[in-house]
């Protein structure tokens, strides 16, 4: 078993910034990728973005782009998320995952992640 553990999320004005920790413990060697989702009331859960633990190779959803960074330390198995100028659209429940295996360029599908965290609020204020 893998367990994910959050932290970092809270309330935050629009265009602020925020970082998102997610420290991963139990069979941990057996990760190819790290992802981050969110879902807000109403909609189904979006990608974000996703970072592989070996090469650091990135993947972002295009409403992020240029706004949020994903990056991972793999010496304490623990990644992040910094968000930087923050909008209301972004307030959801913020999610990391553990990908097992390389499925290709599916970064994007909740169903290639094997293990999820508990959720961590993001709430964005106007």
């Known amino acids: 078993q893998v367990q994910l553990v959050e932290s970092g999320g809270g309330l935050v004005q629009a265009g602020g910034s925020l970082r998102l920790s997610c420290a991963a413990s139990?069979?941990?060697?057996?990760?190819?990728?790290m992802g981050w989702f969110r879902q807000a009331p109403g909609k189904e859960r979006e990608f974000v973005a996703a970072?592989?633990?070996?090469?650091?190779?990135?993947n972002y959803a295009d409403s992020v782009k240029g706004r949020f960074t994903i990056s991972r330390d793999n010496a304490q198995n623990t990644v992040y998320l910094q968000m930087n100028s923050l909008k209301p659209e972004d307030t959801a429940v913020y999610y990391c995952?553990?990908?097992?295996?390389?499925?290709?360029?599916?970064?994007?599908?909740?169903?290639?992640?094997?293990?999820w965290g508990q959720g961590t609020q993001v709430t964005v204020s106007s």
């Open positions: 995952a553990d990908q097992r295996k390389s499925y290709g360029n599916s970064w994007y599908s909740t169903g290639v992640y094997d293990y």
């Open positions: 139990g069979r941990t060697f057996s990760s190819y990728a």
């Open positions: 970072i592989t633990w070996s090469g650091g190779n990135t």
